[in-house]
């Protein structure tokens, strides 16, 4: 009756001691460890002049994923997070200013790098876009960076923050009473919900008019 239990129970410690071996062998001679906060495979101490060559991220990622990640193709960026404080860099390089989080495709392994080695990755316009984030700021519903120029260009001075992609017209309830409604709807457009049962403004968040604005509802 125990015997299934007992042996699934034997395989998983297997499974953890091998996953424990693994990772004591990274550390013990790449000083690279799994951080379970940023979910993400990064180095510790050391600079590349004492390990001379044996972090270069290639030989890293293929020894984690099997793969060379620096094909170009072979990984991705999400634009949307942000950079992570740190220096070192599994590459070896102990000087940069801010980590990223650098994606293997096939296994979904992360690694914090530096900004070039994103790009050596094959994702030429990451350092623009991250200067874009620092100049322009960040989209604050989906936090991509905002780009006011170019041919990527995703945002305006006037969208409060806003991309265009996420700046979508939106039905904005109102706390309107009966004896006012044919004011608002001839001078500020506003329509019924027949569902709800209330009245609303519908257009962008950032355009709605001051008069309106408190009276807005929370639905």
Do not use: Q
Not at 36 to 61: C, D, P, S, V, Y
Request: proline fraction near 1%; charge should be positive; glycine fraction near 6%.
């Amino acid at each position: 009756m125990n015997e299934p239990y007992l042996w699934r129970e034997l395989c998983t410690d297997e499974v953890r001691n091998e996953d424990m071996r693994f990772k004591n062998f990274l550390f013990d001679n790449y000083n690279i460890v799994f951080s379970e906060n940023h979910n993400a495979w990064m180095r510790i101490g050391k600079t590349n002049i004492e390990t001379k060559n044996k972090f270069e991220l290639g030989n890293i990622t293929k020894i984690i994923t099997g793969e060379n990640i620096l094909f170009k193709g072979s990984s991705f960026v999400d634009e949307h997070e942000n950079g992570v404080d740190g220096f070192h860099c599994i590459c070896g390089c102990n000087k940069c200013g801010e980590l990223f989080k650098l994606y293997h495709k096939k296994t979904n392994n992360c690694f914090l790098v530096g900004s070039s080695c994103v790009e050596k990755a094959g994702h030429d316009d990451f350092v623009k876009n991250k200067n874009c984030a620092s100049r322009n700021g960040r989209c604050r519903l989906c936090n991509i960076p905002l780009k006011i120029n170019g041919k990527y260009k995703n945002y305006k001075k006037s969208y409060n923050l806003v991309c265009m992609r996420c700046r979508v017209e939106k039905k904005i309830y109102l706390r309107i009473h009966y004896n006012e409604k044919d004011h608002f709807k001839e001078y500020f457009k506003t329509k019924w919900d027949a569902d709800l049962k209330y009245w609303y403004w519908k257009g962008y968040e950032d355009k709605i008019p001051e008069i309106l604005k408190e009276r807005i509802l929370n639905i």
